[in-house]
């Protein structure tokens, strides 16, 4: 089946750093891609939409500008964590979708990369 | 706009016995609808999903999920329950664009 690597799994940095999330399709090439968040015990949040060669969609509430995303290729996006605050300390979770596999709206999910701001 | 809503946060169930999770959507025409499966800090694994045609879907681990469009309800099932399937359930459907929008999840416990 279709495989999406995040990288890194997981993340600790001091408060007031960036960290880069990166995000890959595999074995598929993938023009649109999803970045959700969840913190403990809570369902996943969509961010963003992102699409390659253009502007990320970002969803109602979410900062653009602590939250840039790139979707430089059509195998990876990258989220990065712009001056991170404990307060953005969460598991971020990204998705594909197979741009060849039609319109079945299935997405495969990376692992998540868990997040500590200390 | 498409929603889910899981109904129990909580569900405890005896290593044996049966098991039903359930999932209510809201969406005006067909849905397209995904149970997904996660262990604690891990990702989510597709265990099955329902585009169109037969209303009864089985999906892998022995799950299935029956859609029925006038209860709007995509109820999984599983007939006997095993202590490795204890995770954290969630029910989706895909929304505009094809992002999924995610029900709160439901946490099952497995009882020896």
């Known amino acids: 089946g279709a495989v999406v690597s995040q990288h890194p799994s997981r993340v600790i940095c001091k408060s007031g750093t960036s960290v880069k999330i990166e995000c890959r399709s595999l074995?598929?090439?993938?023009?649109?891609m999803f970045w959700y968040r969840q913190f403990p015990k809570q369902s996943l949040m969509l961010m963003a939409t992102s699409n390659e060669g253009s502007k990320a969609t970002y969803e109602q509430g979410v900062e653009k500008d602590k939250f840039l995303i790139n979707h430089a290729s059509l195998t990876l996006s990258t989220l990065t964590v712009t001056s991170a605050h404990p307060e953005d300390s969460s598991f971020y979770i990204c998705?594909?979708?197979?741009?060849?596999?039609?319109?079945?709206?299935?997405?495969?999910f990376g692992e998540g990369s868990r997040l500590t701001v200390l | 706009a498409q929603s889910v809503t899981q109904p129990d946060i909580h569900i405890t169930v005896s290593e044996g016995a049966s098991l039903e999770l359930r999932c209510n959507y809201s969406y005006g025409a067909t849905p397209y609808l995904f149970w997904y499966v996660q262990s604690p800090g891990q990702g989510l694994q597709l265990l099955l999903k329902y585009f169109s045609g037969d209303t009864l879907v089985q999906g892998i681990k022995g799950f299935e999920a029956e859609f029925k469009r006038s209860q709007s309800s995509f109820n999984l099932r599983k007939p006997s329950v095993h202590w490795s399937d204890a995770a954290e359930y969630f029910c989706a459907v895909a929304g505009s664009g094809y992002a999924l929008n995610f029900g709160k999840g439901t946490s099952l416990l497995v009882t020896p």
């Open positions: 998705s594909a979708r197979d741009d060849i596999a039609g319109n079945t709206g299935e997405l495969f």
């Open positions: 074995d598929f090439q993938a023009t649109t």
